[in-house]
């Protein structure tokens, strides 16, 4: 069953750095999205991602944070200048449309550290 | 206060024993997701629900979403040990446009052997 990669699984960064998380969305699905989910806490929306620009964004993607699709199967996360804060585990997911009833399928995460 | 409510927030059972998880919303939910959570792992999706209710099966899972569309339950018949991990709710909450899913807490479920 085709699934939403990421890459690496686990990222260690100095505070001040920048990091680029990668994702491989399901083929032949259109939007993209980024959750992030803190320790302990629960899964929060990021940004979603349609038609090579943002659709939608939360209050947390503010300008540390940048999407982009380079190329046609990549989906990347950036963030310019991490902060301790940033330490969580981000999940890139895709679905084939934006209606309710198209599912939104989860990669296994990144587990971004800032130290 | 939160968005969605998940109780109860973790539960123990005996393998075979039958179990309930309950997702609650102050608002309409106009799609709702169940997904299963292993530590440190990515989301499975296990069903999503539309229309108040309709309930949908998978193995031994059944989700129900109410009549008012502001409650879901997760029902798991006969538990077996591979059943254990986190189940989370998230669901849209907002008709025309928003993508967004806003998640529940989640319920931690073990089962023991």
């Known amino acids: 069953e085709p699934e939403v990669t990421q890459t690496p699984s686990h990222q260690v960064t100095q505070m001040g750095q920048e990091v680029i998380l990668r994702c491989v969305p399901i083929?032949?699905?259109?939007?993209f999205y980024w959750y992030r989910q803190i320790l302990g806490q629960k899964v929060e929306f990021l940004v979603s991602f349609y038609n090579n620009e943002i659709s939608e964004k939360s209050e947390i993607f503010d300008d540390q944070f940048s999407v982009e699709r380079p190329d046609g199967s990549n989906f990347t996360l950036k963030i310019r200048s991490t902060k301790l804060e940033d330490s969580a585990m981000y999940f890139c997911?895709?679905?084939?449309?934006?209606?309710?009833?198209?599912?939104?399928?989860f990669g296994n995460g990144t587990r971004l550290t800032v130290t | 206060s939160q968005e969605l409510e998940q109780s109860p927030q973790s539960l123990i059972v005996q393998e075979g024993k039958n179990l309930t998880i309950n997702c609650t919303s102050s608002?309409?939910?106009?799609?709702l997701y169940w997904y299963k959570q292993k530590y440190g792992e990515g989301l499975i999706f296990l069903m999503m629900l539309q229309k108040g209710g309709e309930e949908k099966s998978h193995e031994k899972i059944t989700a129900k979403l109410d009549e008012k569309k502001q409650q879901s339950s997760l029902h798991i018949t006969a538990s077996q040990p591979s059943h254990a991990g986190i189940y989370l709710c998230g669901a849209v909450l907002t008709q025309g446009g928003s993508e967004k899913l806003v998640f529940g807490k989640g319920t931690k479920l073990t089962v023991n052997p």
């Open positions: 608002k309409t939910l106009y799609g």
């Open positions: 083929s032949n699905h259109l939007y």
């Open positions: 997911a895709s679905k084939t449309t934006g209606a309710y009833n198209s599912p939104l399928h």
